[in-house]
C-alpha cells in the first residue's frame, strides 16, 4: 500500500529524478516473479527458516546436550544392573550360608516333624549331617513334645544310617522324649535301618517296607573287551589292589572276600532290626533275605506297629496338633549349583569309582 503522506503519481508536482538516489537506467516498478521465484529469493535473504540468527549453534548444542544426556542415562542403567547383579550374590551367598533352622516359640507345644527322603547318601538332603543337625534341634526345643520322622526312602549307605541310628538313640535317652516314624511311600533297606530307632512305627497299608539285605554292584567288560581286542593295561602295587575292577576280570578269592564283608554287614543290619524291634518282631525264615512287603504286612510281621499318617500320630497319639518342620534342606545357591553341574559332575564320579557303594 502507497503511503498516503508521500507525493505519488496523483501528484502532478511530482517528479522522480529529483528524488534522492535516482538512476534513469532504473525502472520505476520491480520486475514481476514468479511465487517460486519470490520463495526462493526470500529463502535466500532470510538468515535460517525461523528468521532467527546463530541456528547452527543452537542447533549444535541441542545435538551435544542431547548426547551427554543418553550416556548419562546409559551409565545410571549400568550403574543400577552392576549393583543389581552385586545384591542378587550377595543375597545367594547369605542364603549358602544360612541352613534355615525354624525359629519357633519354646513355651508353644508342638510336634517336631524331620523328613528323610530320598537317597541316604553323604551330600544328600537324607545325609548324617544333616539329619542329625535337625534332630537335635528338635529334641533341644523345650516346645516339642514328641519327634516324628516322615519317611519316604528306598535305602542308601548303611553308614550314614547307622550314624543317625546311634544319634536319634543317644537324643531319646538324654531328653526322654518319644520318637515316632512315619512311613509314606516306602521305607526299605537303610532307610528302615533308621526307622527301627523309633519307639514306634506307622505306615500306609500300600506302603513298601523291609528289604533288609545288603548289596555291592559293579560291572563286567571283560568278555566284551577281549571280542573288540581291547587289552586292559592296569599296574598296581599291592595284589588286590585293582579289587572290583571292572575291566579286570575276579578271581574266586577276591569274591570271597567281597562276599564275607557283605555278610557281616548285613548281620549288623540283623542285630541293629532285632534290638529296635525286640518282641514285637514275628521272625520268618525270608524275613531278612532282602525281601519287602506292603505296609498291612509289615505290620502282621511286627516290622511296623500301626496303620497311620502323620496328623494321626500327632493328633491321637501326641496329642499335639501343631507340626512344626525341622529338616535341614538344600539351599537356593546350593540347588542352584547342582542344577549347573555339581550333580551331574558327582554323578559321573561315582559312576567310574573303583569300588562300588553299598546299599
Known sequence: MNDTNRPGNSDPSFDPSREPGFSPDQPKFPAPQSKEGAELAGKHVAPDASGVPG?????????????LNEQRATRRWKTFVRLSWLLFFVILLWMALQRGTPVTDASVPHTAVIEIKG????????????VNAALRSAFEDEGSKAIVLLINSPGG???????????????????????YAVVEESCASAAYYIAVSADQIFVDKASIVGSIGVLMDSFGFTGLMD?????????TAGENKGFLDPFSAQSDKQRAFAQSMLDQIHQ????????????????TPEMFTGLFWNGQQ??????ADHLGNLDYVAREVIKVEEIIDYTRRDNVAERLAKKFGAALGEGAMKAFQAIPALR
Open 227 to 235: 571280542k573288540l581286542g581291547v587289552e586292559r593295561r592296569l599296574l
Open 119 to 130: 537317597e541316604i547318601a553323604q551330600g544328600a538332603d537324607a545325609s548324617a549331617e544333616f
Open 298 to 303: 509289615a505290620v502282621e510281621l511286627g516290622l
Open 55 to 67: 541456528w547452527e549453534r543452537a542447533t549444535l548444542e541441542k545435538l551435544v546436550f542431547a548426547t
Open 157 to 179: 549307605s548303611p553308614v550314614q544310617a547307622g550314624m543317625m541310628n546311634d544319634e536319634i538313640l543317644r537324643l531319646k535317652a538324654k531328653h526322654k522324649k518319644p520318637v
Open 268 to 283: 549288623q543290619f540283623i542285630a541293629v532290626v532285632k534290638k529296635g524291634r525286640g518282641s514285637r518282631l514275628k521272625e
